[in-house]
Nanobody, 124 residues
Framework: QVQLVESGGGLVQAGGSLRLSCAAS????????MGWFRQGPGKGREPVATINWSGDSTNYADSVKGRFTISRDNAKNTVYLRMNNLKPEDTGDYYC?????????????????WGRGTQVTVSS
């Protein structure tokens, strides 16, 4: 079993930055691929960024490429999402997820463990 706890959300003006963190406990963190997903108001959950077990393979949604960076520190059992140049459309609840297999994947159904989310609000 893996427990995931997100932090770092908040209210920020458009153009600002935030860094989300996801602390993991339980099974060996460094064997899991990790992902960040978000759900905006009235929208379904969508993948934002994913990273493989070693951190050398990442994927991003087209809408965040060049603005967001996913990274992980396996020594600290933590995955991060650095978000720059935030836009109002980035507003939503951001969720961290862990996948038992080490390769990245964008489908939410492929992830086995989820955090409770952290809210990000970007004002215009």
């Amino acid at each position: 079993q893996v427990q995931l706890v997100e932090s770092g959300g908040g209210l920020v003006q458009a153009g600002g930055s935030l860094r989300l963190s996801c602390a993991a406990s339980g099974r060996p963190f460094n064997r899991y691929a990790m992902g960040w997903f978000r759900q905006g108001p009235g929208k379904g959950r969508e993948p934002v960024a994913t990273i493989n077990w070693s951190g050398d393979s990442t994927n991003y949604a087209d809408s965040v490429k060049g603005r967001f960076t996913i990274s992980r520190d396996n020594a600290k059992n933590t995955v991060y999402l650095r978000m720059n140049n935030l836009k109002p459309e980035d507003t939503g609840d951001y969720y961290c997820a862990a996948r038992k297999f080490g390769a990245t994947a964008t489908g939410s159904m492929l992830y086995d463990y989820w955090g409770r989310g952290t809210q990000v609000t970007v004002s215009s």
